[in-house]
């Protein structure tokens, strides 16, 4: 080929090679710019959403007022009601525009049924709520006053799906706004909490007496799920570097209402311990107790602003970077006509050499030959650089299959028991977490077996820790030899052993986990003069998904409280877990 048409064909070449490269980073940017932007919509219809169920939940303060005043209700607090009514419809209708605009798939069509399902909800509760308040005080009983509220605090979950979608959807769109989408839920759905806590004191307060048992109940479980949704959401808010507008909204609200809400809510659980003498009716507490609430509502906030300032930032990064793009363009472009215009025979041809031998390189064919240099000059440097660099590469091929091999076998130390040569706690829970996902995906059931070696300590003082460790050689061999394939097992510690039985329902389950209990009760243990004279047995607790859902942290405790109940039941024995477990495994 003759040189003027090789000098063309090149130019061409690297001139198409710039462009599709320029071209694919100006689509990356774009595209980034896209989804930034979708990303600011979404917060923005998230705001909505969050706002709607804000609303909801602040309606019920004086819906509570006006259900512990005497009939008729004072015009002042009639008033409040109608305004906070009227500011839940406004919301709910802009939320309803919002989910009109969806694309309409499954889940959003599922979402849209929830959200016409909250707004007749509401309807209903609000003339329950207008029927109990028209009775005389005295006539209104704790059951109407408990279904006046129950209903005005079951609307929110209605919102729930909607939320959902459109967290998931900025998300989505720019994943580094996911700690603060997801801290905005959280601390929403703690604010909703906070008002629920309120709405647990309507009926007592109003009848001036102590709380019921239901009543303590209740409260208890909705302080422990606060103080829970404190903890995540604490884990959300204070990530390092964090600090700005979001931190004090955290440092008010925990100043605010996780010190003087509380306050207040002691002192109305100590009253209705007592005689129920609360000094105040429901929209007293409310006055007192929602104020210090709202901080949460400023914690949210402020946490979506950031959610939103994110994803402009990353829409202004991206349009910058559409234009540092198209300059790049046009400077390599002219460094390429410069270049070529300098181009001689005597670089041509050792040059095409030399690329053919880099595409090998690239290929990880390193045995392809390099042109021999005709001079002393920049070319021959060239030349010794690729093939130092071929040398390089087999050295550093060489260096990778070594470390790949190390890397395996430290992983393969990291995950077993080094006395059982079973997967160790760790390396159980990866494969019951990616089990139990495979399980929930599919519908299908699953069993989580847990044992614990009876009377392992005083086994260990009669025989010796020797003995002891024989022992748990034996029961771990019994148990890889018990699970059928794809089945996880492991060591969970000290003398506790588990297993994670797939494609396995209860029934199933429990009879496996005899078959274990028996085959380790009949393993004999070779004494220290060699005899066959000791025996242990095991405690088993068996739980599945059909009852305890696909939560492993749930699992394991539910069969714990199973298992400790097969040792107070005599050991050397299988409990499956049943539904007292969920809170005798807190206790056990």
């Not at 042109?371 to 440097?381: F, K, L, N, S, V």
Request: aromatic share 4%; with cysteine; charged share 25%.
């Amino acid at each position: 080929m003759p040189l003027s048409h090789l000098l063309r064909l090149l130019a061409a070449l690297l001139t198409l090679t710039t462009a599709a490269v320029v071209a694919r980073m100006a689509w990356t940017e774009w595209s980034d710019y896209g989804r930034a932007g979708v990303a600011i919509e979404a917060v923005a219809q998230l705001r909505l959403a969050l706002q709607a169920a804000e609303m909801v939940s602040r309606e019920r303060g004086p819906t509570n007022g006006v259900l512990g005043s005497a009939a008729p209700a004072p015009p002042e607090r009639l008033r409040a009601l109608t305004e906070a009514r009227e500011r839940t419809d406004r919301s709910l209708d802009a939320l309803g525009q919002v989910m009109a605009g969806l694309d309409h798939d499954a889940a959003r069509q599922d979402a849209a049924r929830r959200y016409l399902a909250g707004r007749l909800a509401l309807r209903e509760a609000r003339a329950t709520v207008d029927r109990v308040a028209a009775l005389p005080k005295a006539e209104r009983s704790a059951g109407s006053l408990e279904g006046a509220v129950t209903g005005m605090v079951a609307v929110v979950p209605t919102l729930a799906p909607a939320i959902a979608i459109l967290a998931n959807d900025a998300q989505k769109a720019y994943p580094p706004l996911g700690d603060a989408v997801q801290g905005a839920r959280m601390i929403a759905e703690l604010r909703e909490y906070a008002g629920l806590l309120g709405s647990h004191f309507t009926a007592a307060l109003t009848a001036e007496r102590p709380f019921t048992a239901d009543e303590r109940a209740q409260i208890e479980r909705t302080r422990g799920r606060i103080d829970e949704l404190r903890f995540l959401a604490s884990l959300r808010v204070q990530l390092p570097g964090q600090a700005g507008p979001v931190m004090q909204a955290w440092m008010r609200a925990e100043a605010q209402y996780f010190q003087v809400a509380q306050q207040i809510v002691q002192a109305v659980l100590a009253a209705g311990a007592s005689d129920g003498r609360y000094g105040m009716d429901p929209a007293g507490f409310a006055a007192r107790y929602v104020p210090e609430m709202n901080t949460l509502f400023d914690l949210r906030d402020g946490l979506l602003a950031e959610a939103a300032t994110m994803a402009r930032a990353g829409q202004s990064h991206a349009r910058g970077e559409l234009l540092l793009a198209a300059a790049a363009a046009v400077l390599l472009l002219a460094m390429l006509a410069a270049y070529l215009a300098i181009v001689q025979r005597r670089v041509l041809q050792p040059l095409a050499g030399t690329t053919r031998a880099l595409e090998a390189l690239a290929r990880h064919e390193l045995d392809a030959p390099l042109p021999r240099p005709q001079a002393d000059d920049e070319m021959a440097a060239v030349i010794g650089a690729v093939r130092t660099l071929q040398t390089q590469v087999r050295q550093r091929q060489t260096l990778e299959r070594e470390r790949d091999g190390l890397i395996e076998r430290l992983r393969d130390l990291s995950n077993t028991d080094f006395l059982t040569g079973l997967p160790n706690r760790r390396a159980f829970f990866q494969a019951a977490q990616r089990d139990l996902a495979e399980a929930r995906r599919h519908g299908h059931c699953a069993v989580l077996v847990l044992l614990d070696v009876d009377h392992f300590k005083q086994f260990n003082d009669t025989h010796g820790h020797a003995a002891g460790d024989q022992a748990l050689v034996e029961v771990g061999q019994a148990i890889r030899r018990a699970p059928r394939l794809g089945d996880a097992v492991g060591r969970f510690g000290g003398e506790e052993f588990v297993l994670m039985l797939n494609h396995c329902d209860a029934e199933q389950g429990l009879r496996f986990a005899e078959r274990l209990r028996e085959g380790i009760a009949q393993t004999a243990l070779a004494g220290a003069n060699g005899a066959s004279v000791m025996r242990v047995t095991v405690s088993v607790g068996v739980t599945s998904t059909d009852c305890c859902g696909f939560d492993l942290q749930t699992l394991l405790s539910r069969a714990d409280a199973a298992m400790y109940r097969a040792k107070r039941a005599g050991r050397n024995q299988v409990m499956q877990a049943d539904p007292v477990d969920a809170a005798s495994a807190t206790t056990v």
